[in-house]
């Protein structure tokens, strides 16, 4: 009986214990079950891990879908923040998927780390930079817009800040940074 007991804890534990996992980088592709590309997942795209296969990692991804498209799955309601984009259809907003599992962490702050360091570096040359969590991702738009021609980042840099900054606002999904406040 105390078997069974301690098994049965060990089997509710581990099923309520599953792992947050983080993508690392930009545009990770992204498997199906049979192991076929069916996109690219966006950096920090958070999912529960649900397997481990080889060099690649299942999680379950959650999200949304604009009506008129069907190849992007979103992180918030808003539909500003891209979590996959899909080669073909989908229509589902829970589902699992495979990535490389070098590309995946579960740090959060790792996830954002480069693109936490290019936002500071690149929009404080002039005047101190906003706390992400200041503004919207609507609001972080205008902002960036704006202060994109006086900083001039590259256009990959530019995307990699308007992502973490879009991530990190007041309507954003990331929590890395509730410690610092």
Not at 13 to 41: A, E, H, R
Not at 108 to 137: G, I, R, V
């Amino acid at each position: 009986m105390k078997k069974t007991t301690l098994l049965l804890t060990l089997l509710c534990t581990s099923i309520t214990m599953s792992k947050t996992l983080y993508v690392t980088g930009d545009n990770v592709p992204v498997f199906d079950s049979k192991g076929q590309q069916i996109g690219i997942m966006a950096r920090g795209t958070f999912g529960e891990e649900v397997s481990q296969s080889g060099d690649k990692t299942t999680i379950k991804v959650q999200g949304y879908i604009k009506k008129d498209d069907n190849k992007t799955l979103y992180a918030t309601k808003n539909l500003m923040m891209p979590l996959i984009s899909f080669n073909g259809t989908n229509t589902q907003t829970n589902l699992e998927a495979s990535v490389a599992t070098a590309n995946l962490s579960d740090d959060q702050s790792k996830a954002w780390a480069d693109a936490e360091f290019l936002y500071y570096d690149t929009c404080s040359m002039c005047h101190s930079a906003h706390a992400p969590k200041e503004h919207t991702m609507i609001e972080w738009d205008g902002v960036f817009n704006t202060m994109r021609a006086f900083a001039m980042p590259t256009d990959k840099e530019a995307d990699m800040i308007i992502q973490y900054l879009r991530a990190h606002a007041t309507d954003g999904y990331a929590t890395d940074d509730e410690d610092d406040e």
